[in-house]
């Protein structure tokens, strides 16, 4: 079973402090995502990576970077937190004609 | 930029009814197409996928796809308590595109 794993699961940031969400995938894709879901919503694509080196623009990017310096690791980083990013994301591997594998889920508050 | 609509919002029904969730795209030459299942606090898991024109069954869930008619559909069979979730649909060309769900209820 493909995996895809984040960290931290739970993380309570200040407003204008710095934060990274980590994503590890097992899966070997080429193709790395990372979403926000608020609640009763569907999933926002922030960015997105299709290797090692490169990220692309998603829907939703203002107000944060992503990092893929491998294959297996993705990061989304915010530089100054803002409480409207209180969220829930997620990250993913895969896509195309291959499903896409999501991790479990990092719950952000930022205060 | 590819334009992903799914209809109803919400949707409650009673346990052992079909269930039709629906899904239409903006690019006729989208490729891939998706349905996702979310329960309640959990991850977003790939339910079906349909990669050409027609039907697809898989045990009590029949994805139609039309592309002329830019839509897709997902339906259940013998709805359970259990389908209760967000449903998400997804259309991929190398960069996918969600809809913003159908919040399924389905009552004993």
């Known amino acids: 079973e493909a995996a895809v794993t984040q960290s931290p699961r739970n993380k309570v940031a200040v407003t204008g402090g710095k934060v990274t969400l980590s994503c590890n995938q097992t899966?070997?894709?080429?193709?790395m995502y990372w979403y926000r879901q608020d609640t009763g919503h569907g999933l926002r694509l922030i960015h997105y990576?299709?290797?090692?080196?490169?990220?692309e623009k998603g829907d939703i990017p203002d107000g944060y970077k992503a990092s893929r310096p491998s294959q297996e690791n993705f990061s989304l980083i915010l530089e100054l937190a803002t409480p409207s990013q209180t969220s829930v994301y997620f990250c993913?591997?895969?896509?195309?004609?291959?499903?896409?594998?999501f991790g479990p889920g990092t719950r952000l508050t930022v205060l | 930029q590819q334009n992903v609509q799914q209809s109803p919002e919400s949707l409650i029904v009673p346990e052992g009814a079909r269930t039709s969730l629906n899904c239409t795209f903006s690019?006729?030459?989208?490729?891939y197409f998706w349905w996702y299942r979310q329960h309640s606090g959990k991850a977003p898991k790939a339910l079906m996928s349909i990669f050409s024109n027609g039907e697809k069954e898989e045990g009590r869930f029949t994805i139609h796809l039309n592309k002329a008619s830019l839509h897709f559909s997902l339906h259940i069979r013998d709805s359970q308590p259990s389908d209760s979730a967000l449903y998400l649909c997804a259309v991929d060309n190398n960069r996918i595109f969600f809809g913003d769900g159908t919040q399924l209820v389905v009552k004993p």
């Open positions: 899966n070997n894709h080429n193709n």
């Open positions: 990576s299709y290797g090692a080196g490169s990220t």
């Open positions: 690019d006729s030459a989208s490729q």
């Open positions: 993913a591997s895969g896509g195309s004609s291959y499903e896409q594998y």
